[in-house]
């Protein structure tokens, strides 16, 4: 069975620091990727940024970007200079199964504020 | 515009009722997911269907039901054996191997 654990339920940040959420993931199955979202307190879910299981390099996105470690497991969100902007939950998502079976599972999320 | 629509954005249910939750997009994304999302909680899988006329159970399908007769629409059911529905619920749409799209949300209350 395939998990997406996040083990920060909240963090504070002074703004203009650089932040890291934690992600880790389990599953069997080979191919696979790994999602990250944002969700402010409107409740839309954003999406940020992607990394395939076998991409060779982290992703990365403006101010985001993705530390994969595949021996780990692990797939930790980086955000540079943050801003007040910034404060909201984030998700990590894994996605697993072939193509047009595939099953797209969330973490329970880390509810990120930044300090002015 | 492309997206992903819900209907309604905010809906009351009272206690055996059973209420339809609406979800159209017209992206030609071919899989479609519902999810629930209780306060402070991440998301958790209910239903998905990745073609019409099929579909799976996520993790906590029990007291809800879907169709999925044609492409662009999922419609998620929420029945009188769903012993505490109130929460909020999301649909989304992917294609292939790359990210979701969601909509806006709709979040129901039992009255």
């Known amino acids: 069975a395939q998990k997406i654990t996040q083990t920060q339920p909240g963090m504070f940040v002074q703004e203009k620091e650089a932040v890291t959420l934690d992600c880790t993931y389990d599953?069997?199955?080979?191919?696979?990727?790994l999602f990250w979202y944002k969700q402010p307190s409107s409740g839309e879910m954003i999406f940020l940024i992607y990394?395939?299981?076998?991409?060779?390099q982290n992703a990365t996105e403006g101010r985001y970007s993705l530390n994969f470690q595949k021996a780990r497991k692990s797939a930790n969100l980086v955000i540079s200079a943050s801003q007040l902007g910034d404060s909201a939950m984030y998700f990590c998502?894994?996605?697993?199964?072939?193509?047009?079976?595939?099953?797209?599972?969330f973490g329970t999320g880390t509810r990120l504020t930044i300090i002015p | 515009d492309g997206g992903i629509t819900q209907s309604p954005k905010y809906l009351f249910r009272k206690e055996g009722q059973n209420v339809t939750l609406s979800c159209e997009q017209n992206?030609?994304?071919?899989?479609m997911y519902w999810y629930r999302q209780d306060p402070g909680q991440g998301l958790r899988l209910i239903y998905y269907?990745?073609?019409?006329?099929?579909?799976q159970k996520g993790d906590i399908a029990e007291g809800y039901s879907v169709s999925r007769e044609k492409k662009e629409s999922f419609p998620l059911t929420v029945t009188s054996a769903q012993k505490n529905p109130t929460a909020f619920y999301l649909c989304?749409?992917?294609?292939?191997?790359?990210?979701?799209?969601f909509g806006q949300g709709t979040r129901l209350t039992v009255v």
């Open positions: 989304a749409s992917k294609q292939g191997y790359t990210e979701a799209f």
């Open positions: 599953t069997s199955d080979p191919s696979y990727g």
């Open positions: 990394q395939g299981s076998y991409d060779q």
């Open positions: 998502a894994m996605r697993v199964g072939n193509f047009g079976n595939e099953k797209l599972t």
């Open positions: 992206l030609n994304h071919d899989a």
């Open positions: 269907s990745q073609i019409v006329n099929d579909f």
